[in-house]
Nanobody
Framework: QVQLVESGGGLVQAGGSLRLSCAAS????????MAWFRQAPGKEREFVTA????????YYADSVKGRFTISRDNAKNTVYLQMNNLKPEDTAVYYC?????????????????WGQGTQVTVSS
């Protein structure tokens, strides 16, 4: 069955860095766009970033541009999120997601598969 397993979350001070990983299995990883979303308490799940199947194109929410970098390794069926200069407002559960089609990438309800999430907490 399809599995997306996130790891790498934790507690970090403002200005620090974390690298999240999402290991995928049960489907053809290289045929899917991969994305990261996040959800803070009391808020809706929001788009963070996405990467095309071949990693040629990347997309970022304005709030993370210049601080976060998405990448993927199709040989390892893994997508990464490097987060630098973290801010308290980045605190959330971070989810990776997979979508077969390469449009409406910012819409959470368009994604086919989801991970269980990993908590990121940034202290001030």
């Amino acid at each position: 069955q399809v599995q997306l397993v996130e790891s790498g979350g934790g507690l970090v001070q403002a200005g620090g860095s974390l690298r999240l990983s999402c290991a995928a299995s049960g489907y053809t990883f290289s045929s899917y766009v991969m994305a990261w979303f996040r959800q803070a308490p009391g808020k809706e799940r929001e788009f963070v970033t996405a990467i095309s199947r071949s990693a040629v194109s990347t997309y970022y929410a304005d709030s993370v541009k210049g601080r976060f970098t998405i990448s993927r390794d199709n040989a390892k069926n893994t997508v990464y999120l490097q987060m630098n200069n973290l801010k308290p407002e980045d605190t959330a559960v971070y989810y990776c997601a997979a979508r077969r089609l390469a449009y409406y990438l910012g819409r959470a309800n368009e994604y086919d598969y989801w991970g269980q999430g990993t908590q990121v907490t940034v202290s001030s």
